[in-house]
Nanobody, 115 residues
Framework: QVQLVESGGGLVQAGGSLRLSCTASVNIFRISEMGWYRQAPGKQRESVATITGGGTIAYADFAKGRFTISRDTAKNTVYLQMNSLKPEDTADYYC?????????WGQGTQVTVSS
């Protein structure tokens, strides 16, 4: 069982930045992959960025050049630094972890970007 606690969402103006954090309840090296997903109202949940246990990173096209996923293994925490935010980035952002042959989701954190 893995519990994920997210923080860092909020309201920001277009062009601003936010950093989301996701702390896992287990040693991060026991997690095969962690990532951030988002879901805007009326839309399907989509991948934003992922990082494997080996450190391989992947970004959605819309995130490339603006978002950065990173991790602090000592804190069992994954971050999503979001820069140059746009109104279309407004969504609930969810942390995801794949471990022990199961997938786990955080409770979500809301990001609102005003124009």
């Amino acid at each position: 069982q893995v519990q994920l606690v997210e923080s860092g969402g909020g309201l920001v103006q277009a062009g601003g930045s936010l950093r989301l954090s996701c702390t896992a309840s287990v040693n991060i090296f026991r997690i095969s992959e962690m990532g951030w997903y988002r879901q805007a109202p009326g839309k399907q949940r989509e991948s934003v960025a992922t990082i494997t246990g080996g450190g391989t990173i992947a970004y959605a096209d819309f995130a490339k050049g603006r978002f950065t996923i990173s991790r602090d293994t000592a804190k069992n925490t994954v971050y999503l630094q979001m820069n140059s935010l746009k109104p279309e980035d407004t969504a609930d952002y969810y942390c995801y972890a794949e471990a022990f042959r199961s997938g786990y989701w955080g409770q979500g954190t809301q990001v609102t970007v005003s124009s």
